[in-house]
Structures are given as structure tokens and as C-alpha cells.
């Protein structure tokens, strides 16, 4: 009998640890501190407390933003809805799904990555997005995070928001090197 309840005992705790974390998170409610819009700018916004930085220079006139030696291209509208292949609990947070299509050259070694850009979601709303790793977006046939795993990626790039957040741009790269593109919403 004990070795049954072990393994009961250890999926109850494992339930109730879960549970109580997804009733903590604050993207499955709006915030109830008084936070302001510009919140969802990041750096871009006008908290009250600090100068915000101006966006970074625009992207191609077709989505596709350079950073490096990696090229993201927006390939379709914003969603909302999590893609195929995505974990069931991403049923129950606010996401925002942009479809994007990553390049960069082939890598000097076999054995290393072509290459890596960072993702930022900026827009209206109380609170800020946060992107998922691919795993957790699913997506057919694979999700991208900002990794590249081969020298092209096409797939949804996901962040999980507050309920009231409304996208304005992917802001592609990082210091120098990053641009803004507008998202149609």
C-alpha cells in the first residue's frame, strides 16, 4: 500500500503548488494597484519618473527588422488565441501570439547557434509583457523566442499580458542595434 501513496501524495502536492501559484499571477487579473498606461511602454513610456527613451528607428516597410546579423520579419496579424501545439495552462493567462519568420547566416562552427536577438513587446496598458520561452508557446511547426536553432525559424513568438494590454510594437534587438516594429492590431 505505501508505495501507491507515495506517488498520490506526491501529484496532490505538486496540484496544490500549481494551483496556488496560477492564482498568484498577476496576468490572469487586472493589477489593482493605480498603474499607469505608460507601464506598457517599458523604457519607451512616460512613468512620471523618469524620461522615456526614444523608440528605436522603424523597421523595413514590410515588418522585417535587422538586428545584427538576424532578421525578423513579422508574417501575419497579431493574435490572441494560443497556437497548436501550446500547453493546456496557456488556455488560461492573457497572450498576445505575433507570427514571425527568423533568419541569420550559417554559423562560423557546426556546432554552435546561428545566433540569438532579443524580443520585447511594447504598448498601451497597466502592466508589462513577458515573452514564454518556445516550449511553452508550442506552435507549428516551433515556436521563437529570440533563439535561433537554425538559420531560418518561422513560428509564433509569444508574451503573456495583463488583461487590458494593447500591442503596439515587437521591438527587435537590443542598445544600438534594435528597431521597432508596428504591429497591426
Do not use: N
Amino acid at each position: 500500500m505505501a508505495p501507491r501513496a507515495v506517488p498520490a501524495a506526491a501529484f496532490v502536492v505538486a496540484v496544490l503548488v500549481a494551483g496556488a501559484v496560477a492564482v498568484r499571477s498577476p496576468y490572469r487579473d487586472p493589477p489593482s494597484e493605480p498603474l499607469t498606461d505608460a507601464i506598457g511602454m517599458g523604457v519607451y513610456g512616460d512613468d512620471g519618473m523618469r524620461t522615456p527613451h526614444a523608440l528605436p528607428p522603424p523597421a523595413d516597410a514590410d515588418g522585417t527588422a535587422r538586428s545584427g546579423d538576424v532578421t525578423v520579419r513579422v508574417t501575419g496579424p497579431v493574435t490572441t488565441s494560443p497556437p497548436p501545439g501550446a500547453p493546456g495552462w496557456v488556455r488560461d493567462v492573457h497572450l498576445i501570439v505575433v507570427p514571425v519568420l527568423a533568419t541569420a547566416p550559417p554559423p562560423a562552427r557546426a556546432d554552435l547557434s546561428p545566433g540569438y536577438v532579443a524580443l520585447e513587446l511594447v504598448g498601451r496598458g497597466r502592466g508589462r509583457a513577458v515573452r514564454l520561452d518556445a516550449p511553452a508557446c508550442g506552435g507549428a511547426p516551433g515556436a521563437f523566442d529570440g533563439r535561433l536553432t537554425a538559420t531560418r525559424v518561422q513560428g509564433p513568438v509569444c508574451f503573456v499580458v495583463p488583461k487590458d494590454f494593447r500591442p503596439l510594437y515587437l521591438i527587435v534587438g537590443s542598445a544600438g542595434q534594435d528597431r521597432a516594429v508596428p504591429l497591426a492590431t
